[in-house]
């Protein structure tokens, strides 16, 4: 039963971080056929998040480094925390166009951001970097990391709500 489990949070976060960090790389190097920085920060911007270069490399590198963590499994819960921030912002700038998405709707990001919350609550499990190393970040180091990516969100968060939606 152990190992079904590791499995699982391995395939999981496996997914989770090697999708969420592929979008960072589009975001910030363009790769994987993405816009690149300068074309996702005029998207930034457009939603509200100013200065756009900035807020597009703040969501470029929480992407890339948190889906990385999450898919090593490494620094937990830090990954899963900063992809969860990620995609409530992410869930937000697309709920004019609905709940799902066929219609270019927030499925995805909240998927995402529930699929996080749960490998943040969950751990990573022994079949991960932390698992195989017994490291752990100290309980301050995590505590300044959750209370970051909070706040970051947050901002992140009421700033798209502020900014009125394009119409569908």
Known sequence: ???TRDLALLVGR?????YLGAHGAQ????????PGIEAASAGFQR??????????????VSELGGGILTAAGAADPLGPVVVAGAMAVASA????????????????PL???AAALALSVAGPGRISIDGLTGARLPRSLTRLGVAGAAVVSAASLAM?????????
């Open 160 to 168: 798209v709500l502020r900014t009125p939606s394009p119409p569908p």
């Open 47 to 60: 939603l509200g998040l100013r200065p756009g270069p900035v807020f597009a490399r703040i969501a470029a």
């Open 14 to 18: 496996s997914v989770l971080g090697g």
């Open 111 to 113: 998927t995402n951001l």
């Open 1 to 3: 039963m152990a190992l």
């Open 27 to 34: 975001k910030l190097f363009g790769s994987l056929g993405g």
């Open 93 to 108: 700038t697309h709920r004019s166009k609905g709940a799902f998405a066929a219609k270019g709707g927030f499925e995805l």
